[in-house]
């Protein structure tokens, strides 16, 4: 079995504090924390000095155990409800899936 890196790249809406944002990575890092299958869990702004985030502005990884773990992620109650909280202040999010 192969494991999955589950990438998100995000832009928050504008006048989202750094504090709110502080607030959902560290959402996240409970979330992933509460859920089986997850091997590591690492997040930050974006520091590329190429330009081409497409306005993106934080990104995290997730290291998945297999696939199974993360389709178990994507269907887990935590992550429901981490992602009902959040959205409001994200503009837009992209989530690429690679395995390794």
Do not use: C, W
């Not at 995290?60 to 994507?74: E, G, V």
């Amino acid at each position: 079995m192969s494991k999955v890196k589950h990438i998100g790249l995000i832009k928050f809406k504008d006048g989202t504090s750094a504090e709110a944002i502080e607030n959902v990575f560290a959402q996240m890092l409970d979330v992933t924390e509460s859920v089986e299958g997850i091997e590591d869990y690492v997040s930050g702004p974006n520091a590329s000095p190429e330009g081409l985030s497409l306005g993106m502005t934080h990104g995290f990884i997730i290291t998945f155990t297999d696939a199974a773990a993360r389709d178990a992620y994507l269907a887990h109650p935590e992550h429901q409800r981490f992602k009902e909280s959040v959205m409001p202040s994200i503009d837009s999010i992209l989530v690429f899936d690679f395995e390794v």
